[in-house]
């Protein structure tokens, strides 16, 4: 009888320590939010770089540039849950879980390498990598006016020069009549130094 009881106490206790760790079932409005949000992003790969940008991005939203003076000729859409630009790197966790990573060091586990990664923002550069339909397939980032210069050559910059590594600048206001403003820095690899130029 006491072997009874006691089994019968323990099934008892098992089953409300089921009970207690049981997760809530979600219903209404709390079942229909997502646990992972994601945005749209565009990946262009075109003649000697790569471009990172929303697929439904505004003059507010940074575009990342990494130059690495390969050929490419390819347009990707991805679902992007967190950018994140570090010392020299850009992370970009996918909404599969994948981190894709770009640099300017040597970096074997890096998807992409460049000599300089830049990032700019601000109307001054949307219409060269927005048209009306979205992104353009071929963006004219020869506007950028944060780059990386070769060692060997000699350049004017309001911001960085030779032996900078990294350099920004900044232009609001108006220009040429217009309110047009941008922002934009870059970090540069071996055997480049950091220019940026105000226009």
Known sequence: MKIISFTAVFALLFSIIS???????????????????????????????????????????????????????????????????????????????YVMRWTVQQDPLADETGYGLTRIQGSGYYPYFYGPQGPLHDPDVNIVKCKCRPNAENYNCDSGGRGATECSVEHGGSMVGTGVNFKCATKCGEGYYACCTNL
């Open 19 to 97: 009970c207690d760790v049981a997760e809530p079932e979600l219903t209404g409005t709390q079942a229909l939010q997502p646990r992972n949000v994601s945005q749209e992003y565009r990946l262009i790969g075109k003649h000697g770089y790569l471009v990172l940008l929303k697929e439904n991005g505004n003059e507010n939203d940074e575009i990342f540039v990494l130059f690495d003076g390969q050929s490419h000729d390819f347009q990707q859409n991805l679902a992007v849950a967190r950018v994140v630009a570090t010392d020299a790197n850009l992370e970009v966790q996918l909404a599969s879980g």
